[in-house]
């Protein structure tokens, strides 16, 4: 089967040894947040609790396990929300074991989480990521088809996770329209389709390096802070981060177009 092959919550992706279905029993909760442990390195009061997870899955949520044997290598947590008038399911979020990245898998869970909602009837799926995150803007914008037009200055706070850095936790929100084109074509072709960027907003490779040492986190900081600046401007004028380029370096670039770009194609 293809990645997003399978409906319904009781079906399951088997195109490897890993297979995807949902959680029901506690001792498959129990390990979600072992994992979240593993993936983020929390300390315990910042954790997504055991009971978030247990009340998503009675709720209307998804408590999405993907497992190699017995053993859960992935996970996905959404719980239902309601804005607007219309219900979506914000994903809250998605990790991947250590030994099992660069393979797939996230987009396979992300995929399972969207055939389980448009089983549902939902319509879109909403999460925040980080905006200096390179790889994972690529994969959310690139790889998913989503899109975001909304920017939240330091939504957590700072939070213990070295993979932040010590930095406010900026977040953009990423919309992800199940039954748009857009989305259909990445997950059919791996990749969005082509459009005319109106402006850009880049973030250099080292920004890693720079939010990993003390001496070197105010450069990131000051990357951050500009490029907060930048983003809310452009959303204010109606624009929409649509694509992401990264180039030969490691450099990531937000492409921002139209909101109207995004239904074209």
Request: proline share 3%; aromatic share 10%; net charge neutral.
């Amino acid at each position: 089967m293809a990645a997003g092959e399978a409906a319904g919550t009781k079906g399951s992706l088997s195109t490897s040894p890993v297979v995807i279905r949902m959680c029901h029993e506690l001792d498959e909760m129990h390990a979600c947040v072992t994992l979240q442990r593993d993936v983020w390195n929390f300390a315990d009061a910042e954790l997504v609790p055991l009971r978030l997870f247990v009340v998503a899955e009675k709720i209307g949520g998804q408590v999405v396990g993907a497992f190699s044997g017995s053993d859960l290598v992935g996970f996905g947590l959404a719980i239902p929300g309601f804005r607007n008038r219309h219900a979506y399911l914000h994903s809250q979020m998605v990790g991947v074991r250590k030994d099992h990245r660069d393979g797939g898998l996230g987009r396979r869970i992300k995929f399972f989480q969207r055939e389980d909602a448009l089983a549902r009837g939902f319509e879109l799926i909403e999460w925040t990521f980080d905006p200096l995150e390179i790889k994972n803007s690529y994969f959310n914008l690139e790889k998913l088809g989503a899109i975001t037009r909304r920017y939240h200055l330091n939504q957590y706070g700072v939070t213990s996770s070295p993979l932040h850095g010590g930095l406010p936790s900026d977040r953009l929100v990423a919309e992800w329209w199940l039954k748009s084109k857009r989305v259909i074509v990445a997950e059919r072709e791996g990749a969005r389709q082509s459009f005319s960027p109106e402006r850009r907003i880049s973030v250099p490779a080292h920004i890693y390096d720079w939010k990993a040492a003390s001496d070197t986190r105010q450069q990131a900081l000051e990357v951050q802070v500009q490029n907060s600046e930048v983003f809310l401007k452009a959303f204010q004028e109606g624009l929409t981060a649509l694509g992401y380029e990264r180039d030969g370096q490691g450099n990531g670039t937000f492409l921002l177009g139209h909101w109207e770009e995004a239904w074209k194609y």
